[in-house]
């Protein structure tokens, strides 16, 4: 139980392109979703938090303009980002929160992630 | 500020030895503490969780914490390493907020 998928798991764009990558809760309802952004060997970096419904919360010195988040129903997130550059490319992840028999309504449960490459 | 701290960015120990990956958080109220293991080029994978209750908490593939309040600190265990253990391993913490803050990570490599 509690899985999240993310598509597509790589991808390679041109500079100045949009890319969206979609994020799932397979099965459980994802009442918050999260979107970060790892660099190489470094941590996990929140961007963005995201309630069903709602607009995005974005993590100080995160463009939203350039990070477009969608959370329009319980199990699908979307990360849109805009006229992608090759500052852009890192590993993206997105988790998902809600009640799941294991992990009750406190513990968030993480995609496979994105690796982006912009051109 | 509220901070979870991994002091070790990497750990090395033998196949069947015992292991520890160390954690300690600065969080406010009674702190949500949580492990994940990430594989290469993968998203996170929960191990488990303190929440309330006992300290020693047991989770996935024979992985188990213990919450120290007085020490502010919350490593993992696990009693007999496995070279399929070698990964990367995230402690993260938060206050119910549900933002997790995160550390920085420590590369587990068990030697066989």
């Known amino acids: 139980g509690a899985v999240v998928s993310q598509h597509p798991s790589w991808v390679i764009c041109k500079s100045g392109t949009s890319v969206k990558i979609e994020c799932r809760s397979l099965d459980f309802q994802a009442t918050t979703m999260f979107w970060y952004r790892q660099f190489p060997k470094q941590s996990l970096m929140l961007m963005a938090t995201?309630?069903?419904?709602?607009?995005?919360?974005?993590e100080q010195g995160v463009e939203k303009d350039k990070f477009l988040i969608n959370h329009a129903s319980l199990t699908l997130s979307t990360l849109t980002v805009t006229s992608a550059h090759p500052e852009d490319s890192s590993f993206y992840i997105c988790s998902a929160r809600g009640w799941t028999e294991g992990g009750g309504t406190d513990t968030q449960y993480f995609g496979p992630g994105t690796r982006l490459t912009v051109l | 500020a509220q901070s979870v701290a991994q002091p070790e960015d990497q750990v090395n120990v033998a196949e069947g030895n015992p292991l520890t990956v160390k954690c300690t958080y600065s969080v406010s109220g009674n702190p949500y503490l949580f492990w994940y293991v990430q594989y290469p080029n993968r998203g996170l994978q929960f191990l488990l969780k303190?929440?309330?209750?006992?300290?020693l908490v047991k989770g996935s593939y024979g992985f188990e914490a213990e919450f120290n309040k007085s020490q502010t600190s919350f490593h993992l265990k696990k009693p007999s390493a496995l070279v399929s253990d070698s990964a990367l391993y995230f402690c993260?913490?938060?206050?119910?907020?549900?933002?997790?803050?995160f550390g920085t990570g420590t590369r587990l490599k068990v030697l066989a």
């Open positions: 303190y929440i309330t209750g006992d300290n």
């Open positions: 995201s309630n069903e419904g709602s607009k995005a919360t974005y």
């Open positions: 993260a913490g938060t206050s119910g907020t549900y933002k997790y803050i």
